[in-house]
């Protein structure tokens, strides 16, 4: 069963959101349509509030209903790297660089052993693809372009074309890439 909010989760929050936007309580009731002194009865933790206030209450601090009536969220998350998704692809590891999903956006880790070749996989036609290279060396071929980068070096290319990424070097490559999809081109009404 899902727990709905208690009046001290809804104080809490509104407390820590009002807070965290630089807001009085003047101003974040007038934000919202209501009057200072309800606002301060919700942060009191002894309201009784219709929905009606807590939709204007959410509206007013850009927040869902659900973050402002459920469990005080935590200001942060430590995500372990065993945590975050990482897989083999020949002699490659690819991990995920964030836990959550970005829409329109993969975002990954590459770690190239030397000699290694990693064979890309074209996406959507439109789509960008950014390879920033932290370490080592890699080299992108792509559709007869050599591209030869350094710590530091980005490129940013066609990623809806063939391409690969090759460790010339005898050490551990590490780079990032960044894949910026095309949205779904979509008929018009």
């Known amino acids: 069963?899902?727990?709905?909010?208690?009046?001290?989760?809804?104080?809490?929050?509104?407390?820590r959101l009002r807070e965290t936007r630089r807001l009085t309580q003047q101003q974040a009731a007038r934000l919202a349509g209501l009057p200072r002194p309800t606002w301060a009865t919700l942060?009191?933790?002894?309201?009784?509030?219709?929905?009606?206030?807590?939709?204007?209450?959410?509206?007013?601090?850009?927040?869902s209903l659900e973050e402002l009536v459920g469990p005080p969220r935590a200001t942060g998350r430590l995500y372990r790297a065993d945590a975050l998704r990482s897989r083999r692809r020949g002699a490659v590891t690819v991990r995920d660089l964030l836990p959550e999903k970005i829409a329109g956006m993969e975002i990954e880790r590459m770690?190239?052993?030397?000699?290694?070749?990693?064979?890309?996989?074209?996406?959507?036609?439109?789509?960008?693809?950014?390879l920033a290279c932290e370490g080592g060396r890699i080299e992108l071929a792509t559709e007869g372009q050599l591209f030869a980068l350094a710590a530091g070096d980005v490129v940013v290319f066609r990623g809806d074309q063939r391409h690969s990424y090759r460790n010339?070097?005898?050490?551990?490559?590490?780079?990032y890439s960044v894949v910026v999809m095309t949205p779904p081109v979509t008929s018009g009404g």
Request: hydrophobic content about 40%.
């Open 1 to 15: 069963m899902t727990d709905l909010g208690t009046p001290s989760h809804l104080a809490a929050n509104l407390r």
């Open 168 to 175: 010339p070097g005898t050490g551990l490559a590490t780079g």
């Open 111 to 130: 770690e190239i052993p030397g000699g290694a070749v990693l064979n890309g996989i074209p996406h959507t036609p439109g789509t960008r693809e950014y």
């Open 43 to 63: 942060e009191s933790g002894s309201a009784n509030p219709t929905l009606l206030v807590l939709l204007r209450a959410a509206a007013a601090l850009q927040v």
